[in-house]
Every structure is written in C-alpha cells, then in structure tokens.
C-alpha cells in the first residue's frame, strides 16, 4: 500500500508543477459521479506539459497517468486521478482510481483492485496518447500515508475518460 501511496503522491506533484507554469489552460475532461453526485473534472495543459500524461518506462511499457480537478485550475480538493499501466498494448491489473475530497492529500480514497472497468482506446502517436475507457467502484478511505485502506468506509465512483495524453519520457 506504501508504495501505492507514494504513486498518488506525485499525481499532487504533477499539478503543483502545473500551478507555477503561465498560460494554464482548460483541455479534455473526465466526466461521471461520486456516489451518484454527477461530476466534471478538468484535464490541465501548459506550456508541453498536461495532467493528463504517458511515459514509456521500457520498450512496450506505457505508464498513463491522467489527473482531473474539479475546477478549471490546480486544485486538490475534489480532483480524481487514474492510473493505468500497459505492456505490448495490454493493460497490466486494473486501475490505480484515487479520489481527494480535500484540500489535502489525506484523507483520500482509493481502489483495491475490485471495480469494473474497460480501457477502450490507446492510440500513441508521437508525443500524443488518445486514451478512453470507463471505471466503476468503491473506493476505500486512506486516513493516512501509514494507513491501510478501510474498506468499511468507501464512495461509489463512475468515471468516464476521453483524453489526450502528453508524452514526459
């Protein structure tokens, strides 16, 4: 799980870096529900760098990261972050789903390997990733970084992804 913990660590990385670059602009959106409360969140791009990005960690190794906040800039609160790791153009498990109701990085939710979901679309061209797909499950309250998931305590998510991804590699 610490590892995990670390992993959505950065998503929160990833955006603080986007906050301290000029010309934030508003780009894709992941759409769906929180406990049956429809939402909207915001993909962020600027200046060749985006929330919603893919590296080639080795030859046939994508890791795609794509991170959505609530309003049309950095904010934590609120924001939702998938995770999806592929090799030879199959995903490897499910998802890493994280969900921040806060303004902090704790307490968060997040998946444990159940929830249903389908990557429908990875298409690499170049710099550029399309990537789609679906994702249904609870997720489960982590208090703390020393904190296992409570899965007694959990949110219902419903995510809908359509997105271009940036290349960091």
């Known amino acids: 799980m610490h590892g995990t913990v670390r992993t959505r660590y950065g998503f929160a990385l990833t955006g603080a ?4 670059l ?9 759409e ?3 406990d049956d409360e429809g939402r909207q969140w915001y993909i962020l791009k600027a200046d060749g760098e ?3 990005n893919f590296s080639e960690h080795m030859p046939g190794m994508l890791g795609i990261n794509i991170q959505g906040h609530a309003e049309d800039h950095f904010v934590v609160e609120g924001s939702i972050a998938v995770s ?3 090799m030879d153009g199959k995903p490897i498990g ?3 789903v994280s969900y921040f109701p806060d303004a902090g990085m704790f307490p968060m939710y997040t998946s444990t390997g159940d929830g249903e979901w389908h990557l429908e679309t990875v298409e690499v061209d170049g710099d550029t990733a399309t990537v789609t797909g679906t994702y249904s499950g609870q997720l489960a309250l982590v208090e703390s970084m020393q904190d296992e998931a409570d899965t007694e305590n959990t949110v219902a998510v419903d995510l809908r992804f359509d997105v271009t991804a940036l290349r960091t590699d």
């Not at 870096?17 to 301290?20: K, V």
């Not at 000029?22 to 992941?30: I, R, S």
């Open 22 to 30: 000029p010309g934030l602009a508003v780009a894709d959106t992941l």
């Open 84 to 86: 999806i790791t592929m």
């Open 94 to 96: 499910g998802p890493e």
């Open 50 to 52: 985006s929330t919603a």
């Open 32 to 34: 769906g529900a929180i």
């Open 17 to 20: 870096a986007l906050l301290a």
